[in-house]
């Protein structure tokens, strides 16, 4: 059974950092394309950073160099490394997989 879990959210004062981890499980294969999304209140989820072929890496102009996708990572695990936070940053934060089902997400909160 597949199964994917995130976690790593939770309330951080501006200027703060926090790192996002997403697992899957019970998938044989390594999964070569994956995208982190967030949806703030109110608004359409959107893409924040993605991996495609496992190699190429791609980020929102609103995140970018300041969030980061490690390169270094077990087998269907991601991270996604988010420093220099701002309140605009909070959201659910959501991690997509290939071939995956969306999971529950996990909250971030920024406050000012």
């Known amino acids: 059974q597949v199964r994917l879990v995130e976690s790593g959210g939770g309330l951080v004062q501006a200027g703060g950092a926090l790192t996002l981890s997403c697992t899957v499980s019970g998938f044989s294969s390594r999964i070569y394309f994956m995208e982190w999304y967030r949806q703030a209140p109110g608004k359409e989820r959107e893409l924040v950073a993605s991996?495609?072929?496992?190699?190429?890496?791609d980020y929102a102009d609103s995140v970018k160099g300041r969030f980061t996708i490690p390169r270094d990572r077990p087998k269907n695990t991601w991270y996604l490394q988010m420093n220099n936070l701002k309140p605009e940053d909070t959201a659910v934060y959501y991690c997509?997989?290939?071939?995956?089902?969306w999971g529950q997400g996990t909250q971030v909160t920024v406050s000012a």
């Open positions: 991996i495609r072929n496992g190699d190429v890496y």
């Open positions: 997509k997989p290939t071939r995956v089902a």
